[in-house]
């Protein structure tokens, strides 16, 4: 028990009373809790029937699978294919059993980002069957009028073109994720929430809120009314939802401006990417219904070079804004900045969304070049504001790191090597020709040295506690115990290692005898002096 407590007062559940029957312990792992960082402590072994994660990972799994058949159409297409549901139902207990009786199964159930993936991936899925089937069929009216349901065949064309836009911006935002990446999983939840989770709820409550705003007077504006007054808000505030839940769960992860705003682009390029797929299939059932459209493909192409190149800056540089206040926020020490920050950022973000869509929606196409070049100048701005921060991080992460250099715990060639933007890349791309494990290693090497600086920095600045001390001694002894496996530094190496030759055996020339294959030896003399060719007295 802490000493600087005394026992609880009966009856008294205040502050002081939890404190006082809280061990040391227990105060420690609290703080580190509340400081974004691992628990330092082991919590308290229990039976494995004990734990909720164990339950959990034989109820989650059945309730996904039931709600999938139950709740959704694929329940009515498997009904009568009795073995259909049984697969569905024993891959998902095979899946509990391997997370619950497997040594790897148990280390990943112990990790937040294991159970996101668990109910995140499978939402996913039924949100994008459930707009695929909003979006399929075609709606009839009272008057029996009806519109253009989307065929798959629009689906496919949209998909194609749509896709090269989202791997071109999904592949720079990965990038600009350079010095601590995220892991692929959280890259893929996060373009995922963009793709299925963010356009499904901004697909219904835009519709809803049209409706509400709809009129039956003449005005030419009333349909740009929802998209002027009522997406901005509702689109950035889901594509933004998914940072604050990654901030919670995995905050001792994001650590910089450059990781939040890489993971705002993925968020944001995947709803472009779900949106645009909409827009071109919409477009190509329009022309190829309508007989006056002569060309329906260049139709499309037009609206692809629209929205998809030219303005395909858009959704990431308004979600970018929301991230820059996030960053800035958890960057700061005053509680007003953390709150504030974020919500002007968002306000911001809301507010070019809005000026965008009401230019788009209220001014024919030719007049829209002034706004687009000054657009592209922000564009521009943020660009070069990303570049400076490349290289400030990698200054941020020499300075801190050469702490632990003058401490004697890392070498000056350690501090040149991990705070270079360009000598990492050299340094994995050395570590690559050397073997899948090299490589896996050596990348390992780097995020723990970037942690590391990372977490020296938001010590001095005060937004970690004493906890901090004992994460940086657990990377400290990782680092050193990677210098034997991983690749440290490039510097005498060569790019492409010289391959280990076997040595080749003489050849005998014809005739001869091969020789001796062994040495001659005189024959044992049994029993020795201590055995059979012993060469020491006997034991006496």
Avoid at 53 to 68: K, Y
Avoid at 70 to 81: E, F
Avoid at 248 to 264: D, E, T, Y
Avoid at 378 to 404: E, K, P
Wanted: glycine share 10%; hydrophobic share 50%; charged share 15%.
């Amino acid at each position: 028990m802490s000493a600087a407590y005394p026992g609880p007062v009966p009856g008294d559940r205040g502050p002081a009373t939890l404190v006082a029957i809280m061990s040391d312990a227990m105060i420690a792992d609290r703080q580190r809790w509340l400081d974004g960082l691992p628990r330092g402590n082991p919590a308290p072994s229990r039976p494995w029937y004990a734990t909720v994660s164990f339950w959990l990972a034989f109820v989650i799994p059945q309730a996904l699978v039931g709600g999938a058949l139950g709740l959704t159409t694929w329940g009515a297409q498997v009904r009568h294919l009795w073995w259909v549901w049984a697969l569905l139902i024993g891959g998902a207990l095979a899946v509990s059993l391997l997370v619950n009786f497997t040594g790897w199964g148990r280390r990943l159930r112990g990790s937040p980002l294991f159970w996101l993936a668990l109910i995140l991936l499978p939402a996913y899925a039924l949100a994008l069957h459930d707009q695929y089937w909003l979006l399929h069929p075609a709606e009839i009216f009272e008057d029996g009028s009806q519109t253009l349901g989307i065929s798959n065949e629009a689906f496919g064309k949209a998909a194609f073109y749509a896709m090269w836009t989202a791997l071109a911006y999904s592949a720079l935002f990965i990038w600009l994720d350079r010095f601590r990446g995220s892991q692929p999983l959280v890259w893929l939840l996060t373009f995922g929430w963009g793709a299925a989770a963010s356009t499904w709820f901004s697909i219904y409550a835009n519709t809803w809120v049209g409706q509400m705003m709809a009129t039956t007077q003449a005005n030419s504006d009333s349909g740009s009314r929802a998209a002027v007054f009522s997406a901005p808000f509702v689109e950035e505030f889901a594509k933004a939802t998914i940072l604050i839940l990654l901030v919670v769960l995995w905050r001792n992860k994001i650590v910089s401006r450059l990781s939040i705003v890489a993971l705002a682009g993925l968020s944001a390029i995947g709803f472009a990417f779900t949106e645009n797929i909409i827009y071109y299939a919409r477009v190509w059932m329009q022309a190829t219904n309508d007989i006056t459209i002569a060309d329906p493909e260049g139709t499309m192409i037009e609206l692809v070079l629209l929205r998809g190149v030219y303005t395909s800056f858009g959704h990431p540089l308004f979600t970018i804004m929301t991230a820059a206040g996030l960053a800035i926020g958890l960057g700061h020490r005053s509680k007003i900045v953390r709150v504030m920050a974020p919500l002007g950022g968002f306000m911001l973000a809301c507010a070019g969304h809005m000026l965008f869509n009401g230019l788009a929606s209220t001014r024919p196409t030719s007049a829209l070049m002034l706004p687009w070049y000054l657009a592209l100048g922000l564009v521009g701005v943020i660009v070069v504001s990303l570049i400076i921060s490349v290289v400030a991080n990698g200054q941020l992460i020499r300075a801190r790191l050469t702490d632990y250099q003058r401490s004697g715990w890392l070498t000056a060639r350690d501090v040149e090597v991990f705070g270079g933007p360009l000598r990492r890349v050299k340094l994995i791309w050395f570590a690559i020709f050397r073997g899948p494990k090299t490589w896996w290693r050596t990348t390992r090497l780097l995020r723990r040295a970037t942690e590391l600086a990372y977490l020296r920095n938001q010590m001095v600045r005060g937004v970690v506690a004493e906890g901090g001390d004992a994460r940086a001694l657990d990377l400290i002894h990782e680092i050193e115990s990677l210098r034997a496996v991983a690749l440290t530094d490039y510097r005498g190496e060569r790019l492409l290692p010289p391959r280990r030759r076997r040595r080749a055996v003489p050849a005998t020339p014809d005739g001869a005898a091969p020789g001796p294959l062994t040495q001659t030896y005189p024959p044992p003399t049994a029993p020795g002096p201590a055995g059979v060719g012993g060469n020491w007295p006997p034991p006496r």
